[in-house]
Each structure stands twice: as structure tokens, then as C-alpha cells.
């Protein structure tokens, strides 16, 4: 392993690992309703799944994180789509959401704050927080997308679900962050 790849993966298990002392943002859903980190911390975990209305990786991903909800809901998980393209509305997203039957909230995040709070850069991507807003893992649903172009018809690594699981019996996430295969959120670097 080459010395740049060694401090990269370094320097990004200590920013996941660092506590979130400034976590905080006040968005709003796409029917109007204001959340916070205060929100957060009244859960177990909170998922966040930053997604857009036109990328087709992520749109595959509403059957699973449906299916993710329903399993992790009633243990203390507090789900949410985030929307990090300035150019989605209330509108689009509730369509989306409909067309999809997404069960959870979306939140419009036009400024890309959550997105920068959390390091995400692609959709989809999940980020596994804890109460206090720490990032617990960072990256892909599963290994459905294996690489640009290479596509598995069933996945064999279920890594937000394994991630979940581990979180909530008090450990650390193994693989912390994993690579995501998707879209670009715009604006964010």
C-alpha cells in the first residue's frame, strides 16, 4: 500500500472517529417541517442517505432502504433521504418520494450543509450518525454497484445494514467507510 493511500485512509478514520462537538443544522423536509441535531438525539442512530431525483444508482436503492427502514425503525434508527442538489424543490422531492414509496422524510439540503458535515460526496451515500452527530460510517448500501460500469444483479455485502447492526451493540463499525459508486452531488468538492 502506497504512502498517500496509508495517510488517506488514515486521516479519514480519524475525522470519522473525531467527536462532533459543532454538529448542528436546522433543514427542512420536503413538506415544510424544520429537523435539527436535536432531532438526532432522541435516537439509537440516524441514517442518512443522500440521494438525487435523477441518478439512477440511487433511485435503485429505494426497494432496500424501504426494506432498511422498516427493520431499524422501531430499534431507535431515525432514517432520512437527503437532497444536496440546489436545483430539487419541495415538489420534486415529494414526487420522487411518492414514485419511489420512499416511508421516510427527505430533506432539502440546497447549501450541501449536511453533506459537508459528513464528508458525503456521491449519491447515494450513507452516513450512519451517532446521537451527538458523530459520522459512525460513511459510504455505500451495499456492493450492488462494484465498480463504474460493473453492476452485480444480487449484492454480496450488505455493508450499511452490517454497519447498523454493529452500532447498535455499542462497537465500532469495522470498515468505517467504504467507496461509493454513484453521481456527484453538485457543489460539494
Given at each position: 500500500?502506497?504512502?498517500?493511500?496509508?495517510?488517506?485512509?488514515?486521516?479519514?478514520?480519524?475525522?470519522?472517529?473525531?467527536?462532533a462537538?459543532?454538529?448542528?443544522?436546522?433543514?427542512?423536509?420536503?413538506?415544510?417541517?424544520?429537523?435539527?441535531?436535536?432531532?438526532?438525539?432522541?435516537?439509537?442512530?440516524?441514517?442518512?442517505?443522500?440521494?438525487?431525483?435523477?441518478?439512477p444508482?440511487?433511485?435503485?436503492?429505494a426497494?432496500?432502504?424501504?426494506?432498511?427502514?422498516?427493520?431499524y425503525?422501531?430499534?431507535?434508527?431515525?432514517?432520512?433521504?437527503?437532497?444536496?442538489?440546489?436545483?430539487?424543490?419541495?415538489?420534486?422531492?415529494?414526487?420522487?418520494?411518492?414514485?419511489?414509496?420512499?416511508?421516510?422524510?427527505?430533506?432539502?439540503?440546497?447549501?450541501?450543509?449536511?453533506?459537508?458535515?459528513?464528508?458525503?460526496?456521491?449519491?447515494?451515500?450513507?452516513?450512519?450518525?451517532?446521537?451527538?452527530?458523530?459520522?459512525?460510517?460513511?459510504?455505500?448500501?451495499?456492493?450492488?454497484?462494484?465498480?463504474?460500469?460493473?453492476?452485480?444483479?444480487?449484492?454480496?455485502?450488505?455493508?450499511?445494514?452490517?454497519?447498523?447492526?454493529?452500532?447498535?451493540?455499542?462497537?465500532?463499525?469495522?470498515?468505517?467507510?467504504?467507496?461509493?459508486?454513484?453521481?456527484?452531488?453538485?457543489?460539494?468538492?
Amino acid at each position: 500500500m502506497s504512502t498517500k493511500v496509508s495517510l488517506a485512509i488514515f486521516c479519514a478514520l480519524a475525522s470519522l472517529q473525531a467527536a462532533a462537538p459543532h454538529f448542528d443544522f436546522s433543514l427542512s423536509d420536503a413538506t415544510g417541517k424544520t429537523y435539527t441535531a436535536a432531532d438526532l438525539r432522541q435516537q439509537k442512530a440516524t441514517v442518512l442517505l443522500f440521494v438525487a431525483t435523477d441518478c439512477p444508482n440511487s433511485n435503485t436503492y429505494a426497494p432496500a432502504m424501504a426494506r432498511l427502514y422498516r427493520d431499524y425503525e422501531t430499534r431507535g434508527v431515525l432514517f432520512f433521504n437527503v437532497y444536496s442538489d440546489p436545483d430539487e424543490t419541495g415538489a420534486s422531492v415529494r414526487q420522487h418520494d411518492i414514485e419511489y414509496q420512499v416511508p421516510f422524510p427527505a430533506l432539502l439540503d440546497p447549501h450541501q450543509a449536511l453533506a459537508r458535515l459528513t464528508g458525503a460526496r456521491s449519491t447515494p451515500e450513507a452516513v450512519i450518525l451517532s446521537p451527538t452527530g458523530q459520522t459512525l460510517y460513511r459510504g455505500r448500501v451495499d456492493d450492488r454497484f462494484a465498480d463504474i460500469g460493473k453492476t452485480r444483479f444480487n449484492p454480496s455485502k450488505d455493508d450499511l445494514r452490517e454497519a447498523l447492526e454493529t452500532v447498535l451493540e455499542g462497537k465500532s463499525v469495522a470498515v468505517p467507510v467504504t467507496r461509493v459508486i454513484g453521481c456527484a452531488i453538485p457543489g460539494v468538492n
